[in-house]
């Protein structure tokens, strides 16, 4: 099973671009990579999903580099409201419908 | 409509009760979690069954048990509570084509005192 790994925590200030890494050494072939954002009192939500090179959607962008050992979630000019915590999802549907979490990480955005 | 809704949002119970958390899907999803979030935001998977048969089963205490009544609703009961059982209770569902794109319910807040 894909375990992920990424920074507990990470601050920023408003308007800066913010990267997150997450590491996932054993993914398997056919298995995606998915990021979630969550606020506090409140579910998971998807944010952005590749299986490898750049995705962009109106949220953010995924780097995935070749041999898809890690992935990095970039927000674009974050704002006060970008504080919450991001989770990779590694693993997927193919492993038995198994979808682990890692531990997130929570971001502080600061004015 | 709300995806994934599961009641109640807020318990509040004594140690020893049986209680029961309920959840619904209408996305028309054939498998559906039940994931715990303790106070360090860790969520684990605890269960999960696609098209009624239990899939998955993380080594919970056996005090908790999901029933799927069908593919639609994936209920937990948990027995004889204590108080490490206080935490939040994420229900969410998934299909086949759909990846990994997990839809979450809002969470149930329990709190066994």
């Known amino acids: 099973l894909a375990k992920t790994t990424q920074p507990i925590s990470m601050d920023s200030y408003e308007g800066q671009e913010v990267n997150i890494t997450c590491s996932h050494n054993n993914i398997a072939t056919n298995d995606y990579i998915t990021w979630y954002q969550q606020f506090p009192s409140q579910g998971p939500r998807f944010i952005i999903q590749?299986?490898?090179t750049k995705v962009t959607n109106e949220v953010a962008s995924l780097f995935i580099p070749a041999d898809r050992k890690s992935s990095t979630l970039s927000l674009p000019r974050v704002s006060l409201s970008d504080t919450a915590v991001y989770y990779c999802?590694?693993?997927?549907?193919?492993?038995?419908?198994?979808?682990?979490f890692g531990q997130g990480t929570e971001l502080s955005v600061k004015p | 409509d709300t995806a994934v809704s599961q009641t109640p949002k807020y318990l509040v119970t004594q140690m020893g009760n049986d209680k029961s958390i309920k959840c619904e899907q209408n996305l028309g999803h054939d498998t559906m979690y039940w994931y715990k979030q303790d106070s360090k935001k860790f969520l684990k998977i605890m269960f999960s069954y696609n098209n009624k048969e239990l899939i998955i089963n993380e080594t919970v205490p056996n005090r908790f048990s999901p029933k799927s009544p069908d593919k639609a609703h994936l209920n937990l009961h948990i027995n004889s509570l204590e108080l490490g059982d206080s935490a939040v209770y994420f229900c969410?569902?998934?299909?086949?084509?759909?990846?990994?794109?997990?839809?979450f319910g809002e969470g149930s807040w329990l709190t066994v005192v």
């Open positions: 590749g299986y490898k």
């Open positions: 999802l590694g693993g997927g549907y193919n492993q038995g419908g198994k979808l682990i």
């Open positions: 969410a569902s998934t299909n086949r084509v759909s990846g990994n794109t997990i839809y």
